[in-house]
């Protein structure tokens, strides 16, 4: 026998049971845009794998809703993730996918401006410059940046606070005698799919589906 609805305590914050969400939120270009605010854009998201970047100068390109966000790893060795964006016009960085820099610097195709691999403005060839104008003041869109046990994450939230260990449902402290780190990418599939986001992720998470 099912224990009634009302009888159950509250879960996740949550007090009223709710058979699925409406139509809307699978079609609706507005609750899409909701989406993309309070999830996308606010949430430690998994991009690659640590081992994936593995080497000075590579990067990769992701795209997040309406945002491209390129991750790399510096000469240094560091992981960096910014808006793959020039602060002069809008043009975008890269346009390779992934690969490896040529050079120490990203360059706009544009105009020229350069960045340093850390984001910061390091040469601008026009001498048409307002007077006060400070290289400073102009460095890419930095995005937070987190990695856990050799997964890289990335959170567009411009008061992104913590790390990605900090979001994780409890249950992940259940993974300490998996070997995680030692793990490396076998296969990446992509595949283009003509529906809302939360379709596919619904059909993921139910297990009837692992037969097919």
Known sequence: ???????????NGLTRAEPTLPSSAYWDQASYKRDLDAIWY????????EADLAQPLAFRRFRIGTQDI?????DTGEL?????T??????????????RLKARLITCPYHAW????????MRVP????PDGFDRADHPLYRVALSVWRGFVFVNLAEDAAGSALSSFDPASGNLGNWPLESLVSGHVLRKVMNCNW????ENFNECLHCPG
């Open 1 to 11: 026998m099912q224990p009634n609805a009302s009888e159950r305590g509250p879960y």
């Open 42 to 49: 606010r949430d430690w998201l998994l991009v690659c794998r």
């Open 70 to 74: 390129l991750v790399l790893r510096d």
């Open 80 to 84: 960096r993730a910014f808006h793959n």
């Open 86 to 99: 020039c602060r002069h016009r809008g043009s975008q960085l890269c346009q390779e996918s992934e690969g």
């Open 114 to 121: 350069s960045y340093s691999l850390r984001g910061d403005l």
């Open 126 to 129: 026009s001498k048409s410059l």
């Open 198 to 201: 939360k379709i596919f992720w």
